[in-house]
């Protein structure tokens, strides 16, 4: 699993905050629609968590990264909002309370690699929803990779911007392999910071591996762990999933 520290964490927003499937305006209806409080797991840099908050949402988070915690206070912060956040891991959540919604973003729940704890999770979440409460988590299955052999083990630049305010050119190097078979992608993140003089002065290896799930799979998981009324959506939009779909999310109750 990824630690998320140093550059990673620093980051993180400039690089990963504005994707081209933007899941915040889908999660936060589907919030309000269901009225009550929510729990961000892998709340992160507060992504999704600030703009529900910004929403008027009753929202706490958690995450098992400290450095990622700390600067999704300080965006709160300089938001006017506040929230509970959490540090702890979701395979091992106890808060000793109830939610309405609870939302995993992005591909959190994907660094669970290890099939116990993917169980675990899901069981302990379970555990922390109201009666009627809904389990919002989106998925992403990596096709590029799945169809592309000639892309494996090899360097690509994946983002490059320059960072306000020192105008230095921030860049991030992605590396891949997968493992089919066990359905895991290993993901190399190399991030450089190069001043205005050309020159690198700061350089970071990160590696993450991800497990990925087709949708018949992950339906059968859920129903596993007590989800019985489970509905996907195809890369946030209210459509049925289909071949090629880059990103499912799932909305699960009990």
């Not at 690089?15 to 729990?39: K, M, P, S, V």
């Not at 529900?52 to 909002?81: F, H, N, Y």
């Not at 091992?92 to 729940?109: D, M, N, Q, R, V």
């Not at 489970?230 to 499912?248: C, H, K, L, M, S």
Request: aromatic share 8%; proline share 4%; glycine share 8%.
């Amino acid at each position: 699993m990824s630690n998320y520290q140093g550059l990673e964490a620093s980051l993180y927003d400039h690089f990963w905050a504005q994707e081209d499937l933007d899941d915040r305006q889908f999660f936060t209806e589907l919030i309000e629609h269901q009225g009550g409080n929510c729990l961000d797991l892998g709340c992160g840099t507060g992504r999704t968590l600030v703009p529900l908050a910004e929403a008027g949402i009753e929202v706490e988070g958690l995450d098992p990264a400290p450095q990622m915690l700390a600067i999704c206070r300080e965006k709160l912060a300089a938001a006017g909002q506040s929230a509970v956040l959490h540090e702890g891991r979701m395979e091992t959540l106890e808060l000793g309370k109830e939610f309405h919604s609870i939302i995993i973003p992005g591909a959190s729940f994907q660094l669970l690699t290890a099939p116990a704890d993917a169980v675990m999770a899901l069981k302990r979440i379970r555990g922390h929803l109201a009666p009627g409460g809904q389990l919002l988590i989106s998925l992403y299955i990596p096709w590029f990779e799945i169809v592309n052999d000639v892309a494996q083990g090899q360097w690509r630049l994946h983002k490059q911007s320059l960072r306000e305010p020192d105008g230095a050119n921030v860049l991030c190097h992605t590396c891949t392999d997968i493992d089919r078979h066990s359905q895991l992608l290993n993901v190399w993140n190399r991030y450089e910071v190069v001043g205005q003089d050309g020159r690198i002065t700061e350089t970071e290896l990160h590696e993450m591996q991800l497990r990925y799930y087709h949708l018949n799979e992950f339906l059968l998981l859920l129903g596993k762990c007590g989800f019985d009324q489970v509905v996907p959506y195809a890369d946030f939009q209210d459509d049925e999933p289909a071949d090629g779909t880059a990103v499912i999310t799932y909305r699960a109750m009990t």
